[in-house]
């Protein structure tokens, strides 16, 4: 079978909104036919990738016993993340990135088979595990590069925050699924079963891939080659950028500081109890929040101040973060609402989280030549996947020496602190309007 032909050109601006909408904008699935398969294949597969996810965190956790181990799974990630996602964009400009998201595709799906295989063999290897994940990191850096710069070249701009936010709801729905699903087949079957469906879903994803038309690079000047120099490219465009650099470090004090997710397998076996079911709901919970941040998410295609809403959600994002923390030291054990209440808090640092990320990912793709998508999408992995992943570690060594409740009520109010001081000193970003956009 043929690929599909190569597009004849960019999209058109395509008409700017007539009404007001309230619920999700789906312009971009109806219209857009490339975008469309490129959706559906990724949400089916985001399910499988958040099963695998959780469940590597609660094989680590059932081997060691320690919120450590856990939180460096993070590290093992973060490694090649840093290390080939800013080299990974820089393959996305040089080359067809319909063809480079294909082959990453395929190395992730080679992959999730190898995790499954270990569990079936039941090596119960830490190390090993470690590994694995590691190399998926690396196969991620490039993969979702390719990915990210593609939808601005299929999409009209006047519906990229529409495509965004159905892109985020997606991942809010997969984090919603797949934690549950990965307490539920963990629960029942053991970890062979939530990996296996991973493998499974994820052929999905390289339906959608294939699907694509063909996106030879576009090259205004520089180097066209993958490497050091052509990385550096993209560094220096990024200097010269500061409200773009301001999506960056908005997102660092979030996931640096105030990701939660590595304290639910401690959670779960202890202070609240329920094992792999709670680890479920604790990450279904702040997906959740994402989800109906998504579904509401039509008014924000009129949002002007785009700065000011990133600034005041990733407030928003640590000071829920750090009620969740204290409910977990305030709240004695045992209590049937102290599960509740945490569940609350942690959809409403969910739906702060999407809506920051539509915002964010809209002024990148607007203020970036298509030339240079690649490279700055890869400074955004490392940022947007390599964040939590430091994250991780800090907040799961932190809980290590002060226990769980009180880590995270320090780092969300760190988170706070340091967002809030980032805007006092960037006060351009805080005012950046989306009518008249000032990268």
Same mark, same amino acid.
């Given at each position: 079978?043929?690929?599909?032909?190569?597009?004849?050109?960019?999209?058109?601006?395509?008409?700017?909104?007539?009404?007001?909408?309230?619920?999700?904008?789906?312009?971009? =699935?109806?219209?857009?036919?490339?975008?469309?398969?490129?959706?559906?294949?990724?949400?089916?597969?985001?399910?499988?990738?958040?099963?695998? %996810?959780?469940?590597?965190?609660?094989?680590?956790?059932?081997?060691?016993?320690?919120?450590?181990?856990?939180?460096?799974?993070?590290?093992?990630?973060?490694?090649?993340?840093?290390?080939?996602?800013?080299?990974?964009?820089?393959?996305?400009?040089? $080359?067809?990135?319909?063809?480079?998201?294909?082959?990453?595709?395929?190395?992730?799906?080679?992959?999730?088979?190898?995790?499954?295989?270990?569990?079936? @063999? $039941?090596?119960?290897? /830490?190390?090993?595990?470690?590994?694995?994940?590691?190399?998926?990191?690396?196969?991620?850096?490039?993969?979702?590069?390719?990915?990210?710069?593609? /939808?601005?070249?299929?999409?009209?701009?006047?519906?990229?925050?529409?495509?965004?936010?159905?892109?985020?709801?997606?991942?809010?729905?997969?984090?919603?699924?797949?934690? =549950?699903?990965?307490?539920?087949?963990?629960?029942?079957?053991?970890?062979?079963?939530?990996?296996?469906?991973? @493998?499974?879903?994820?052929?999905?994803?390289?339906?959608?891939?294939?699907?694509?038309?063909?996106?030879?690079?576009? *090259?205004?000047?520089?180097?066209?080659?993958?490497?050091?120099?052509?990385?550096?490219?993209?560094?220096?465009?990024?200097?010269?950028?500061?409200?773009?650099?301001?999506?960056?470090?908005?997102?660092?004090?979030?996931? %640096?500081?105030?990701?939660?997710?590595?304290?639910?397998?401690?959670?779960?076996?202890?202070?609240?109890?329920?094992?792999?079911?709670?680890?479920?709901?604790?990450?279904?919970?702040?997906?959740?929040?994402?989800?109906?941040?998504?579904?509401?998410?039509?008014?924000?295609?009129?949002?002007?101040?785009?700065?000011?809403? *990133?600034?005041?959600?990733?407030?928003?994002?640590? /000071?829920?973060?750090?009620?969740?923390?204290?409910?977990?030291?305030?709240?004695?054990?045992?209590?049937?609402?102290?599960?509740? =209440?945490?569940?609350?808090?942690?959809? /409403?640092?969910?739906?702060?989280?999407?809506?920051?990320?539509?915002?964010?990912?809209?002024?990148?793709?607007?203020?970036?030549?298509?030339?240079?998508?690649?490279?700055?999408?890869?400074?955004?992995?490392?940022?947007?996947?390599?964040?939590?992943?430091?994250?991780?570690?800090?907040?799961?060594?932190?809980?290590?020496?002060?226990?769980?409740?009180?880590?995270?009520?320090?780092?969300?109010?760190?988170?706070?602190?340091?967002?809030?001081?980032?805007?006092?000193?960037?006060?351009?970003?805080? $005012?950046?309007?989306?009518?008249?956009?000032?990268?």
């Amino acid at each position: 079978m043929s690929p599909p032909p190569a597009r004849s050109g960019p999209p058109s601006p395509g008409p700017a909104p007539t009404r007001r909408r309230f619920l999700v904008d789906t312009t971009p =699935l109806r219209e857009v036919p490339a975008f469309r398969r490129l959706w559906v294949g990724q949400s089916l597969a985001a399910i499988g990738t958040q099963l695998t %996810v959780v469940t590597v965190g609660l094989q680590v956790y059932s081997l060691t016993s320690s919120t450590f181990a856990v939180g460096l799974v993070g590290i093992f990630a973060l490694v090649p993340l840093v290390g080939l996602g800013l080299y990974g964009g820089s393959l996305v400009d040089a $080359h067809d990135r319909r063809r480079v998201a294909l082959f990453a595709s395929v190395g992730l799906w080679v992959l999730s088979i190898a995790i499954a295989a270990q569990a079936w @063999a $039941h090596l119960d290897s /830490v190390g090993l595990l470690y590994g694995l994940v590691a190399l998926q990191s690396a196969a991620f850096a490039i993969n979702n590069p390719a990915r990210s710069a593609i /939808v601005p070249g299929i999409v009209p701009r006047a519906v990229l925050p529409a495509a965004n936010a159905l892109s985020g709801m997606t991942n809010a729905i997969a984090l919603t699924i797949g934690p =549950l699903l990965a307490g539920l087949l963990v629960g029942a079957w053991g970890f062979q079963a939530a990996y296996t469906v991973d @493998a499974v879903t994820f052929v999905a994803a390289l339906a959608g891939v294939y699907g694509l038309p063909a996106m030879p690079p576009e *090259v205004l000047g520089g180097s066209q080659r993958p490497g050091l120099r052509s990385v550096l490219e993209g560094i220096r465009f990024l200097g010269t950028r500061p409200n773009i650099r301001m999506t960056f470090l908005a997102d660092l004090c979030a996931m %640096v500081f105030a990701m939660p997710r590595v304290l639910y397998p401690a959670l779960g076996a202890a202070e609240l109890g329920g094992g792999a079911r709670t680890v479920g709901i604790l990450g279904a919970g702040f997906a959740l929040g994402s989800v109906l941040a998504g579904l509401f998410s039509g008014p924000l295609g009129s949002v002007r101040r785009q700065g000011a809403v *990133v600034i005041g959600c990733v407030a928003v994002y640590g /000071v829920s973060v750090a009620a969740f923390g204290a409910v977990l030291v305030l709240v004695p054990q045992g209590v049937s609402a102290k599960l509740v =209440l945490c569940v609350l808090l942690l959809a /409403v640092s969910g739906a702060a989280d999407a809506v920051s990320s539509i915002f964010r990912g809209t002024i990148l793709q607007v203020a970036t030549p298509d030339a240079l998508r690649g490279r700055l999408q890869g400074v955004f992995i490392v940022v947007v996947a390599g964040g939590p992943r430091l994250g991780d570690l800090v907040l799961g060594s932190t809980a290590s020496g002060i226990g769980e409740g009180f880590a995270a009520l320090a780092g969300g109010t760190a988170c706070v602190v340091a967002v809030l001081s980032l805007a006092r000193w960037q006060r351009r970003f805080v $005012h950046y309007d989306a009518r008249d956009p000032q990268p």
